[in-house]
């Protein structure tokens, strides 16, 4: 399957290489990431082959955005990549790859938020669920796709900065991510 998913990316991302290349580092940094958590909560029972898969496909939207910075040379508003990336997996007869593509940005996003915030969104929970979308949202929070910051892996304390400017329900549902996933494996940090 890991092959197939490499076909996907290949089959959306040929004609920009600059994206390719920023993807393929990103998506491949989170898989480690999530597959090094997923192993290390078997107490979870987490679906590790499909966590790789969907660690792979997870940004798989970005593409039809707008952000010059990262290459994306499409027209939606960045923070629709993830339900533009649930259309795409869909079309691809991966669905709940898709799930996990709608559901990872940030620490997940509420209705609520989406209708209060007035975000360009459709009005629906699009938070982690599942174990597995649990982990990749988890997992893709260390890594930015900033080209000039793409191989860094960003502390706990910085991934929470960050998002408390989504607000503090963003910051409090990463750290029920962390106690879940996280909280007493401090290798996993190192």
Avoid: W
Wanted: hydrophobic fraction near 35%; aromatic fraction near 8%; charge should be negative.
């Amino acid at each position: 399957m890991s092959k197939r998913c490499y076909d996907i990316i290949e089959k959306y991302y040929a004609d920009n290489p600059q994206l390719k290349e920023l993807y393929l580092v990103h998506v491949e940094l989170v898989r480690d990431k999530a597959t090094e958590i997923a192993k290390s909560k078997t107490d979870l029972n987490p679906d590790i082959d499909f966590i790789s898969e969907a660690s792979l496909l997870h940004d798989i939207g970005i593409f039809r955005t707008s952000a010059p910075s990262l290459f994306c040379t499409g027209e939606a508003h960045y923070l629709e990549h993830g339900y533009l990336g649930r259309e795409i997996l869909e079309s691809e007869e991966l669905p709940l790859h898709g799930l996990v593509a709608e559901r990872h940005t940030g620490s997940g996003i509420s209705e609520k938020e989406i209708i209060t915030r007035n975000l360009p969104l459709p009005k629906r929970d699009m938070l982690p669920t599942s174990i597995e979308e649990k982990i990749i949202c988890y997992a893709d929070c260390f890594f930015s796709k900033d080209p000039t910051k793409l191989t860094y892996k960003k502390s706990i304390d910085e991934i929470r900065e960050g998002l408390l400017k989504f607000g503090q329900v963003s910051v409090d549902r990463f750290n029920a991510l962390h106690d879940l996933l996280c909280k007493d494996s401090e290798s996993l940090f190192k």
